[in-house]
């Protein structure tokens, strides 16, 4: 999987290079904010699991318009049990931690003249995220941790849209929404558990 994330890497390193140098401008930044996901297929309703979502970015502007970013990020997901929720479900708690790579489009608009430095205020962002799963902690109704009778998939694949607002050049708020491709069960006869994620966040671009 490691080796995976660096073959993606190294995709969009030789992406960005190809282009004339002279015509991108190359940007680094830190990441800071929260994770509201779910497990769909668990049988628990809404957006209960906070998490972290931290890291840091690089980003390249290869047009007027278009910027590429690329992100490494520790990322916590999973489910909870909230209070309208049924007694009969059988888990509590589901919490992965991932390490993930997203590699992002965004489409740059509003921009601001009235700034020493022009910016575009806001940027709609589409792309794929791939996801090592670090560890991860189950929780039963009983309150006993189960976590070694599950066995969980150690990729994650998800789509992501989202926006960022920047409020000035440098900071940015951000909101996206991750869509996961990819089964949370390794086991294909299990239940099946795929993931979904609101995503608030700050950006601060150096």
């Not at 890497?9 to 140098?21: E, G, M, T, W």
């Not at 497990?39 to 628990?44: E, I, K, Q, R, V």
């Not at 608009?109 to 791939?130: C, I, M, P, Q, R």
Request: hydrophobic residues 40%; glycine residues 8%.
């Amino acid at each position: 999987m490691l080796n995976f994330i660096k073959i993606i890497s190294l995709i969009f390193c030789a992406f960005i290079f190809s282009k004339n140098a002279h015509s991108q401008t190359f940007e680094a930044g830190l990441i800071g904010g929260v994770n509201l996901s779910q497990l769909h297929g668990d049988g628990l309703a809404g957006f209960n699991q906070i998490g972290l979502n931290v890291g840091g970015r690089v980003a390249v502007q290869t047009s007027d318009r278009w910027k590429w970013n690329i992100d490494i990020l520790f990322s916590q997901k999973g489910s909870t049990k909230g209070k309208d929720d049924p007694l009969s479900i059988p888990f509590d708690k589901y919490r992965l931690n991932y390490a993930e790579v997203p590699i992002m489009v965004s489409f740059l608009d509003w921009l601001d003249e009235t700034d020493e430095n022009e910016y575009y205020k806001l940027h709609f962002t589409a792309g794929v995220s791939v996801g090592q799963l670090v560890n991860f902690k189950v929780i039963d109704a009983l309150g006993q941790d189960v976590t070694e009778l599950q066995n969980f998939n150690e990729t994650a694949i998800d789509l992501i849209l989202g926006a960022t607002y920047f409020i000035n050049q440098n900071i940015g708020i951000n909101a996206q929404y991750s869509y996961a491709l990819l089964d949370v069960r390794k086991e294909k006869e299990a239940q099946s558990l795929s993931g979904r994620t609101l995503t608030f966040r700050t950006i601060y671009m150096f």
